[in-house]
């Protein structure tokens, strides 16, 4: 009876001891891995930026593949969130809380019957592309939590590791972006000086584009346009695109005297996608060679005038018509006065 009590005695000053030094254990865990992934911040952030995404590189979804998950909330952005329950990975949520392009995205998890963490991806440039470095952190309550603390690094960074690796395996084998075009096109979008119709080269641009016509009339060619680009840019997001240039739009037929415009609204994009050869939108690259270019200073409706140069100055200069002509709309309607809109006006030739 003696050994055994001094046994207890014992165990409990033990008890006692840990107890003292969980006062002085951090009261916060953090777990970091990081990797280098050949791609642009862009591409990652956008990649890492949709919800959707997570289970294609997830260490836990390659561990627990028959667990069920559901996604709810934006696709991408604040407010995305996945939920899952599985026999391996038990109950959990992840919820995008702050995006901040292309640099960070921070998310909120709650795991079934704990307080909730956090988790973080942050991209910096790299000179092999891009550095990610996802974090973990969480509060420590209470003594077995801190001490659970001390063996967080082994717990979540090899998972880590794992799923970084994953995530570049994946990346890296995205489609490559479009070579960047080093003409006209593709041009900064800054104020520039109008000059007269003079001519210019241009290269292919990637863009995506649906065909429309409207009625010769302002009010309804701008609802014609903005019905196009507003399909345009939700087919961005689904197909992850990046703008890649100002607007375009190409004229297909139609005339004033014929009373409609017929076009083909167009944005460009950072990379060729594959498209159903009967979907309303599709992919192709512009015209590539010699056009006469105008820019015009002023309202829409009123570039019948600078039309007419660009005619006169083909006609004079004994010019051919190579195709079809377009706009490009440099300024920002929403945040420009009518008198400084900037439109560039091509007109191909051979």
């Known amino acids: ?65 028959s667990a069920t998950y559901e996604f709810s909330g934006p696709e991408v952005g604040v407010g995305g969130a996945l939920t899952w329950d599985g026999e391996k990975t038990g109950k959990g949520t992840q919820e995008v809380i702050e995006s901040n392009p292309y640099s960070d995205i921070k998310l909120k998890l709650v795991f079934d019957g704990q307080p909730p963490a956090t988790a973080s991806y942050h991209l910096e440039s790299a000179a092999k592309g891009t550095k990610i470095t996802w974090r973990f952190h969480t509060g420590l309550n209470g003594p077995i939590e801190k001490y659970l603390g001390l063996m967080m690094d082994s717990f979540v960074g090899d998972m880590y590791a794992k799923g970084l690796n994953n995530l570049k395996a994946k990346v890296e084998a995205l489609p490559e972006p479009v070579a960047a075009v080093k003409e006209e096109v593709m041009e900064v979008v800054t104020p520039e000086i109008p000059k007269g119709p003079h001519i210019v080269t241009v290269e292919p641009n990637a863009i995506i584009y649906m065909a429309n016509r409207s009625e010769m009339d302002g009010d309804k ?80 409706m009123e570039m019948t005038e600078s039309y007419k140069q660009l005619a006169q100055y083909v006609a004079e200069n004994n010019l051919l018509p190579n195709g079809n002509m377009w706009e490009q709309y440099i300024s920002d309607p929403a945040n420009t006065a009518e008198e400084e809109l900037i439109t560039r006006l091509y007109f191909p030739i051979q």
Do not use: C
């Not at 165990?11 to 791609?39: C, D, H, M, W, Y």
């Not at 014609?224 to 890649?244: D, I, R």
């Open 1 to 65: 009876m003696a050994i055994l009590r001094r046994l207890l005695i014992s165990l409990a000053i033990f008890i006692g001891l840990l107890f003292v030094i969980s006062f002085f254990l951090p009261k916060t865990a953090q777990v970091e891995r990081s990797i280098v992934i050949n791609s642009s911040q862009e591409t990652l952030f956008n990649y890492l930026n949709t919800t959707k995404n997570f289970n294609q590189w997830s260490p836990w979804f390659e561990m627990d593949p």
């Open 221 to 300: 060619i701008s609802q014609a346009l903005a019905e196009s680009y507003g399909k345009l840019v939700a087919f961005m997001a689904e197909k992850q695109l990046n703008f890649a240039g100002a607007p375009l739009a190409i004229t297909t037929g139609g005339s004033p005297e014929e009373g409609f415009w017929a076009f083909e609204a167009a944005l460009p994009v950072d990379y060729a996608v594959e498209v159903d050869e009967g979907s309303e939108i599709q992919f192709k690259r512009t015209y590539a060679g010699k056009a006469v270019k105008l820019v015009h200073i002023g309202p829409y």
